[in-house]
């Protein structure tokens, strides 16, 4: 069974405007990752945060950690037509082993 | 290009027959895993090699399930006997020595049971 929980299941935004998408998780952690997936196509993995982090930047990403409520969320800046896809966040338990992927968001941003 | 690759990318088999699908990592990586997405999920783990073993087998890999990793480098995925149920997009990701958490993925192979 997958770990992670992603909310909301799909969000529909203006260019320009900011996405949030929050995931919740099970068990204990060593890292936090998001990916992001285009339709019919492989993940791409975004950002990183390990369990004594609690906030992370990449460019226009910004990532939270708050491992006392097992949650996460990943907030996109100024979203872009581009940005247009599915996002999963994945928990390892330990560095490198099997990833535990959530259900995802999918986010829509019109042009 | 140096990414994961995949093959073949779509599949389409009758139930009962056998497919094999590969992936060849990026060529320094090490550890390759193997992962199963159904549509609206989240990919679901497999299996993963570090080289030529293979460390950790979820309970979804059944035994009509095998994968191999002879020669520390490609890896096949084999499903004997398939079910309708098994129809999926099948992603291979693979990550190097020093940098195991960030797993770079292939484009996947899509597999249709009839």
């Known amino acids: 069974s997958q770990q992670g929980e992603e909310d909301p299941q799909a969000l529909s935004i203006q260019e320009g405007e900011n996405a949030t998408m929050n995931c919740s998780y099970k068990?204990?952690?060593?890292?936090l990752q998001w990916y992001r997936q285009n339709s019919g196509r492989g993940l791409v993995h975004l950002i990183l945060?390990?369990?004594?982090?609690r906030e992370k930047h990449s460019g226009r990403l910004r990532v939270t950690l708050d491992t006392s409520k097992k949650s996460s969320s990943l907030l996109i800046t100024a979203s872009r037509a581009a940005d247009t896809a599915s996002y999963f966040c994945?928990?390892?338990?330990?560095?490198?082993?099997?990833?535990?992927f959530g259900t995802g968001t999918s986010l829509t941003v019109i042009p | 290009d140096t990414g994961v690759s995949q093959n073949p990318r779509h599949k389409i088999t009758k139930r009962g027959q056998n497919v094999t699908f590969r992936c060849d990592p990026i060529?320094?990586?090490?550890?390759l895993y193997w992962y199963r997405q159904t549509l609206g999920q989240g990919p679901e783990f497999l299996t993963y090699?570090?080289?030529?073993?293979?460390?950790?087998k979820s309970r979804l890999l059944s035994d009509r399930f095998s994968a191999e990793r002879p020669k520390g480098s490609f890896s096949t995925l084999e499903i004997q006997r398939t079910e309708q149920g098994d129809s999926a997009m099948y992603l291979c990701?693979?990550?190097?020595?020093?940098?195991?958490?960030?797993?770079?993925f292939g484009p996947g192979t899509r597999l249709t049971v009839l």
């Open positions: 994945a928990t390892a338990a330990n560095t490198g082993n099997q990833f535990y």
């Open positions: 068990t204990s952690i060593n890292n």
């Open positions: 090699f570090q080289n030529e073993a293979q460390l950790e």
């Open positions: 945060i390990r369990s004594n982090e």
């Open positions: 990701a693979s990550s190097r020595q020093g940098n195991y958490n960030e797993q770079f």
């Open positions: 060529s320094e990586h090490n550890r």
